[in-house]
């Protein structure tokens, strides 16, 4: 009979390099034998380094982790999970919560280790639920401008007539007022419809020009008072879409920034930044990309209400008098016809709106 080989062959860790999760593969005393590139990234340290280190000196506490591998290598258990805090490079770098899970692998003297942001879990759940509910009110507002459309035309129509035939000049001024606001309500059923019945104008697309037309837009309307700043990576490639439809995006974030940076933009001290970066093995809407756009509209306003933080991006919800609350709808779907999603982080004194768009 042959003896066992001292060295057994272990599996080419490459495709755990494909994984948006970090994994570690550790010797049962805590060594690192092998790290995937989530790990590398998150942890700010070279995978050549981590290789030569335990993997204990990852997390602010690592006593759970040394009694879950003891268990595991010994067999007692198969595999164990808990939270913990991982600690990031440089020193001083936020601490990063993590879901921990320690897994048993066919050789006694190997354990899988993987660990899962939880703010990243939370935020594709929060994904997964927007975009779900997106498409739900979409079919929902979709259906009800058609239902609207044909009644409020009889109604413009029938009000036309009418006004031909009364002479008084105080019934003349209600007729008048009944195709106002039907026009009115006409428009806004347009734009609940447009997203859905134009089509998708697909060309190459520089995110740049993109954002200099917007920034143009928005300077024409606001020339003092606000700053318009530029902090592009001029390396990111250009992508197939609909130049159109992403300047209306971009413009209506915008013009959501400038309401609310009204005081600001008063006092002169409003500050809008446009700022592009490409993000590396980024997962969203349920998919990971190998590279994607990431266009940061951020505004120095108050922030958004507390209230409507969870609903922004719901047709009709607005946090102005006034407002249509549709901006953001409408934003929030040309960017996803691009695949992409739109994520928003706000607090007084500095709101973000992220678009993600996957690049080839």
Same mark, same amino acid.
């Given at each position: 009979?042959?003896a066992?080989s ?8 490459e495709?755990f390099?494909?994984?948006a ?13 092998q790290?995937?590139?989530?790990l590398?990234?998150? !942890?700010?340290v070279s995978?050549?380094?981590l290789?030569?280190g335990s993997?204990?000196?990852w997390?602010?506490?690592?006593t759970q982790?040394r009694e ?11 595999t ?10 440089p !020193?001083?770098s ?7 899970i320690?897994s ?6 190997r ?9 990243q879990?939370i935020? $594709?759940?929060?994904e997964?639920? @927007? ?18 459309k ?6 413009r129509?029938?009000?036309q007539l009418?006004?031909?035939? !009364? ?11 009944i ?8 428009a ?13 104008v ?11 037309r917007?920034?143009?837009?928005v ?5 003092r008072?606000?700053?318009?700043? &530029?902090d592009?990576d @001029?390396?990111i490639?250009?992508? *197939?879409g609909?130049?159109?439809? $992403?300047?209306?995006?971009?413009l209506?974030?915008?013009h959501?920034?400038t309401?609310?940076?009204a ?9 809008? !930044?446009? &700022?592009s ?8 809407g ?6 994607a ?5 951020e ?6 209400p507390?209230d409507?933080?969870? *609903?922004?991006f719901?047709?009709?919800?607005s946090?102005?008098?006034?407002g249509?609350? $549709?901006?953001?709808? $409408?934003?929030? @779907? ?10 928003c982080?706000s ?9 993600l768009?996957?690049?080839?």
């Amino acid at each position: 009979m042959t003896a066992p080989s001292p060295n057994p062959p272990y599996p080419a860790f490459e495709p755990f390099d494909q994984l948006a999760t970090m994994v570690a593969l550790a010797s049962p005393d805590g060594r690192c034998l092998q790290a995937n590139s989530a790990l590398e990234n998150l !942890v700010g340290v070279s995978r050549r380094a981590l290789k030569r280190g335990s993997i204990f000196s990852w997390l602010t506490d690592p006593t759970q982790l040394r009694e879950t591998l003891w268990l595991v290598a010994r067999n007692q258990v198969a595999t164990s999970r808990f939270d913990a805090y991982m600690r990031r490079m440089p !020193v001083g770098s936020a601490e990063l919560p993590v879901h921990v899970i320690v897994s048993q692998t066919e050789w006694p003297d190997r354990v899988l280790v993987e660990m899962i942001e939880i703010e990243q879990q939370i935020r $594709l759940d929060r994904e997964e639920r @927007t975009h779900g509910l997106a498409q739900a009110n979409k079919e929902l507002v979709r259906n009800l401008a058609h239902e609207i459309k044909n009644p409020l035309g009889g109604i413009r129509g029938a009000a036309q007539l009418l006004s031909m035939e !009364v002479t008084s000049r105080e019934l003349t001024e209600y007729t008048r007022i009944i195709i106002q606001e039907a026009d009115r309500l006409q428009a806004l059923v347009d734009r609940l419809l447009a997203p859905h019945r134009r089509p998708h104008v697909v060309a190459d697309v520089n995110i740049h020009e993109v954002c200099e037309r917007v920034r143009s837009l928005v300077l024409a309307e606001f020339p003092r008072g606000l700053e318009v700043a &530029r902090d592009y990576d @001029t390396s990111i490639p250009e992508f *197939r879409g609909d130049r159109e439809q $992403l300047i209306q995006a971009v413009l209506n974030i915008a013009h959501n920034a400038t309401h609310a940076l009204a005081e600001r933009i008063a006092a002169g001290d409003a500050v809008l !930044v446009l &700022r592009s970066r490409v993000a590396r093995q980024a997962t969203f809407g349920r998919q990971r990309f190998r590279l994607a756009l990431e266009l940061h509209i951020e505004d120095n306003g108050p922030g958004v209400p507390e209230d409507i933080r969870d *609903r922004i991006f719901h047709p009709l919800v607005s946090g102005r008098e006034g407002g249509s609350g $549709l901006g953001l709808t $409408l934003a929030q @779907t040309f960017v996803q016809q691009h695949q992409g999603t739109i994520e928003c982080e706000s607090v007084p004194g500095r709101t973000v709106f992220k678009i993600l768009i996957p690049l080839p």
